[in-house]
């Protein structure tokens, strides 16, 4: 089930959002304002954020722009919606890394329609990064022959279970379904994995795996 986060301190239009996208089999999840919704997405990351501009303390700008200083928050689709109509503020919402903006009053089915094309452009971009990350793999030449196996990762069993899961293009949501733990459990040992190892990206992650002769075992599922 995809999870959507709704940050807006509009009780009623908020009420009202959660309600009816709940029933089109959503997960979705709720803060007043942007530091928040921060809060909220450290301990579980959504799959969409959908944010209010206008809002007590940080605002939605500040918001967008922290979230995406993060690399937890970087891919994530974002969409503001907004009574602020004026174009400078439309364009501000984009330059601060939104993907979207639609404007208040809205169409419910509209907004829907937005979320759902995120949501697919998410899996054509993950499913292209894994294609090409194993194309590279593929088409480059086998490294000297080895008369000895790779040296054991400095990690713990835990942080190893989740690195061969991202070797093999798993997101945190199927990781942490994989492994039975929440995906904010799978980004803590992500981010352990990336530093102990002096990586700074999943792909990297995975070029450095198959660099050094770590390929994923054989599993039976």
């Known amino acids: ?98 993907d979207d903006y639609i404007v208040k009053p809205f169409e419910p089915k509209e907004l829907l329609a937005k979320i759902e094309a995120q949501l697919e452009r998410s899996r054509r971009i993950h499913s292209e990064i894994v294609r090409l990350m194993q194309q590279a793999i593929d088409t480059t030449p086998p490294p000297s022959p080895v008369t000895s196996d790779p040296e054991p990762l400095p990690l713990t069993p835990a942080e190893e279970k989740v690195f061969w899961e991202v070797v093999q293009g798993y997101t945190n949501k199927q990781i942490g379904d994989r492994l039975f733990v929440s995906p904010r459990t799978v980004q803590t040992h992500l981010s352990n994995i990336l530093s102990k190892l002096q990586l700074e990206s999943r792909s990297q992650l995975i070029r450095y795996a198959f660099e050094n002769g770590y390929h994923p075992p054989t599993r039976e599922e």
């Open 1 to 98: 089930m995809k999870r959507i986060l709704i940050v807006d301190d509009d009780i009623t239009l908020k009420t009202a959002l959660i309600r009816y996208l709940q029933k089109r089999g959503y997960s979705v999840q709720d803060a007043a304002s942007g530091a928040e919704a921060l809060a909220i997405f450290e301990q579980n990351p959504p799959d969409v954020v959908v944010s209010d501009v206008m809002m007590p303390g940080m605002d939605g700008m500040e918001f967008c722009r922290r979230l995406r200083a993060t690399r937890s928050g970087q891919l994530v689709p974002f969409i503001f919606l907004s009574g602020r109509k004026e174009l400078d503020t439309r364009i501000l919402g984009h330059q601060m890394g939104a």
